[in-house]
Every structure is written in structure tokens, then in C-alpha cells.
């Protein structure tokens, strides 16, 4: 899929690409702002690629002292995210951010599998 933001953050999806027919579309489709808060479109001007491998595996908790991880490929997910991804049916994603000045959108892949 590509998404793209309008100057108020809010997004659409304007391509997508189905492996198989009956999968479902969401050509078209709007979401607002909070969908992908500030953080994360922040985090994606620092790190351009982002990968979620599967949802379903479990974390792994970082030990010892504060880690900054702005520029991990693989970190955690935010709850309200796998709930998203749940909801899809979706496993993993990885994400690429298209930006020049700001973040412009997202081309983004997803996987039913994990």
C-alpha cells in the first residue's frame, strides 16, 4: 500500500498492490492523524525502514540500562499498533518512509504470515 498525508497529518491510501482477489481492499481509504501519531511519523524521518516481523511472537525485554533504539529497525510495538495489525489479519509489515522535506507518505508491505 501507499499512503500519503495531507498538511493536517491525516492519510489515505492512493495505490495497493493484492496478491489475491478476494483479499481485502482498502484502496481509498482515509484515517486520521492519531492513526500514526507524531511520534511515530517522527521516528520515521530518523529511520526510514521499519520492520515488525510478527506480531504474534513475543518481545524481548531489553536489560540493563536505558537503550535508545530511535534508530532499530526491530523494536517493540506500540499496543494500539498490533491491535491494528490484528485486526487487518496481518502478522508483519515492513515499512518505508517517502519523504523530502517531511514525511510525504508511506509505502508500506504486509505480510499474512508473519
Given amino acids: 500500500?501507499?499512503?500519503?498525508?495531507?498538511?493536517?497529518?491525516?492519510?489515505?491510501?492512493?495505490?495497493?498492490?493484492?496478491?489475491?482477489?478476494?483479499?481485502?481492499?482498502?484502496?481509498?481509504?482515509?484515517?486520521?492523524?492519531?492513526?500514526?501519531?507524531?511520534?511515530?511519523?517522527?521516528?520515521?524521518?530518523?529511520?526510514?525502514?521499519?520492520?515488525?516481523?510478527?506480531?504474534?511472537?513475543?518481545?524481548?525485554p531489553i536489560t540493563g540500562g536505558k537503550l535508545d533504539m530511535k534508530k532499530c529497525m526491530l523494536r517493540g510495538v506500540a499496543p494500539m499498533h498490533v491491535e491494528y495489525m490484528t485486526n487487518m489479519g496481518i502478522k508483519g509489515s515492513i515499512s518505508l518512509a517517502i519523504d523530502v522535506e517531511k514525511l510525504d507518505g508511506l509505502l508500506v508491505f504486509h505480510s499474512y504470515q508473519g
Fill in 1 to 60: 500500500m501507499l499512503y500519503t498525508f495531507d498538511d493536517e497529518w491525516n492519510g489515505q491510501v492512493v495505490h495497493e498492490f493484492k496478491m489475491k482477489e478476494d483479499d481485502v481492499s482498502y484502496m481509498g481509504l482515509h484515517f486520521p492523524a492519531s492513526d500514526i501519531p507524531k511520534v511515530a511519523r517522527d521516528l520515521y524521518f530518523i529511520n526510514k525502514v521499519r520492520i515488525i516481523f510478527d506480531i504474534t511472537k513475543p518481545e524481548v
